[in-house]
T-cell receptor
Framework: GEDVEQSLFLSVREGDSSVINCTYT??????LYWYKQEPGAGLQLLTYIFSNMDMKQDQRLTVLLNKKDKHLSLRIADTQTGDSAIYFC???????????FGKGTKLSVIP | EPEVTQTPSHQVTQMGQEVILRCVPISNHLYFYWYRQILGQKVEFLVS????????KSEIFDDQFSVERPDGSNFTLKIRSTKLEDSAMYFCASSRGLAGPQETQYFGPGTRLLVL
């Protein structure tokens, strides 16, 4: 089955860019998602990208997809202290309803 | 903005007891899901539900689990006889169901279940 991997921790200074990386194994994954989880809160959808796209930009967020390497990244420009959270990468396979999640990357923003 | 809600936020139970976790999906959504996250582990899919029946389930979703849409707004997950290893955060999610399985799923805040 699908496996999604992420690094567990990332620390950046306020104002810098953050890049969170994710790899997945199933080449038939059609949608890839980034969710954000703040302490005590649920999973908030940040953005998603369809597998026939290479890049998607949404305000401070840029998603890059390298389908050949099965690598997904989320870049947050001008990172703020409010961006401190756990960021989850998730993939959905063709014809399946289940999302497969990574373990989450804890982003810490240093003022 | 509409959101998925879940009750209770925390539940403590004794091993062997039955628990029911409740969710109110977004009102015009047609697909409903349960996921769980054991502390320190990945978020895992349990089950998806559409048109009053299970559409997909994982190996985790064995006979001790069941789901129900008892009325027009609630979606429940029942664990019949809880085990210690059922302790986890349980997330409910819903999606519109118009564009198939790849539609975006919106998650609730979760119910933290602790089995003693």
């Amino acid at each position: 089955g699908e496996d999604v991997e992420q690094s567990l921790f990332l620390s950046v200074r306020e104002g810098d860019s953050s890049v969170i990386n994710c790899t997945y194994t199933d080449s038939s994954s059609t949608y890839l998602y980034w969710y954000k989880q703040e302490p005590g809160a649920g999973l908030q959808l940040l953005t998603y990208i369809f597998s026939n796209m290479d890049m998607k930009q949404d305000q401070r967020l840029t998603v890059l997809l390298n389908k050949k390497d099965k690598h997904l990244s989320l870049r947050i420009a001008d990172t703020q202290t409010g961006d401190s959270a756990i960021y989850f990468c998730a993939a959905s396979g063709a014809g399946s309803y289940q999302l497969t999640f990574g373990k989450g990357t804890k982003l810490s923003v240093i003022p | 903005e509409p959101e998925v809600t879940q009750t209770p936020s925390h539940q403590v139970t004794q091993m062997g007891q039955e628990v029911i976790l409740r969710c109110v999906p977004i009102s015009n959504h047609l697909y409903f899901y349960w996921y769980r996250q054991i502390l320190g582990q990945k978020v895992e899919f349990l089950v998806s539900f559409y048109n009053n029946e299970i559409s997909e389930k994982s190996e985790i979703f064995d006979d001790q689990f069941s789901v129900e849409r008892p009325d027009g707004s609630n979606f429940t997950l029942k664990i019949r006889s809880t085990k210690l290893e059922d302790s986890a955060m349980y997330f409910c999610a819903s999606s519109r169901g118009l564009a198939g399985p790849q539609e975006t799923q919106y998650f609730g805040p979760g119910t933290r279940l602790l089995v003693l």
